[in-house]
Antibody
Framework: EVQLVESGGGLVQPGRSLRLSCAGS????????MHWVRQAPGKGLEWVSG????????GYADSVKGRFTISRDDAKKSLFLQMNSLRAEDTAFYYC??????????????????WGQGTLVSVSS | EIVLTQSPGTLSLSPGERATLSCRAS???????SAWYQQKPGQAPRLLIY???NRATGIPDRFSGSGSGTDFTLTINGLEPEDFAVYYC?????FGQGTKVEI
């Protein structure tokens, strides 16, 4: 069974930075696009960013464009999200998600078939 | 930017009944990109349906999806106690706001 484990969340002041990581296992990591999806407490799901299987395709939600950077290290089977200039409205659980499509793009998706347990990012002074 | 509207916001039903959840898109989209998820409190979402009508691995056949263009539907035939949860539709990168199925 696919396993995705996020880390790096925590409490951070507005304007500061945080880097999230997601370790994947039990699947061929470099054959799949990977995504970050967030959920503010008590709210719905919001796609944040995605990266294609070969890192050639990257997409961002308008709400984070220019502040967040997604990347991957296939040798380490890891996905990252560098979050800069954090705002209170970025407070959410951040989930790492695997694209269902073999060698899919990072800017569109047909679905996420595996999710991590989420890591909480709280932005507050 | 596509907007997805799910209805109803809350669906109150009893075990054994049928649940019909609707998802309407602001403009037409390929059904290949449509999906449905179930989320229970404190858990990550779980993929139920992808490509409008394909059940994900391990999903019981009481869950079914249909639709095309701007209208997509998730049907749960014979609600089981574990089916009471929040359901989200998705079209590519966009999610609906969710429908809560409650007892």
């Amino acid at each position: 069974e696919v396993q995705l484990v996020e880390s790096g969340g925590g409490l951070v002041q507005p304007g500061r930075s945080l880097r999230l990581s997601c370790a994947g296992s039990r699947f061929t990591f470099d054959d799949y696009a990977m995504h970050w999806v967030r959920q503010a407490p008590g709210k719905g799901l919001e796609w944040v960013s995605g990266i294609s299987w070969n890192s050639d395709g990257i997409g961002y939600a308008d709400s984070v464009k220019g502040r967040f950077t997604i990347s991957r290290d296939d040798a380490k089977k890891s996905l990252f999200l560098q979050m800069n200039s954090l705002r209170a409205e970025d407070t959410a659980f951040y989930y790492c998600a695997k694209d269902i499509e073999y060698r899919g793009s990072g800017y569109s998706t047909t679905g996420f078939d595996s999710w991590g347990q989420g890591t909480l990012v709280s932005v507050s002074s | 930017e596509i907007v997805l509207t799910q209805s109803p916001g809350t669906l109150s039903l009893s075990p054994g009944e049928r649940a019909t959840l609707s998802c309407r898109a602001s403009h037409s989209f390929s059904s290949s990109y449509s999906a449905w998820y179930q989320q229970k409190p404190g858990q990550a979402p779980r993929l139920l349906i992808y490509g409008a009508s394909n059940r994900a691995t391990g999903i019981p056949d009481r869950f079914s999806g249909s639709g095309s263009g701007t209208d997509f539907t998730l049907t749960i035939n014979g609600l089981e106690p574990e089916d009471f949860a929040v359901y989200y539709c998705q079209l590519s990168r966009t999610f609906g706001q969710g429908t809560k199925v409650e007892i």
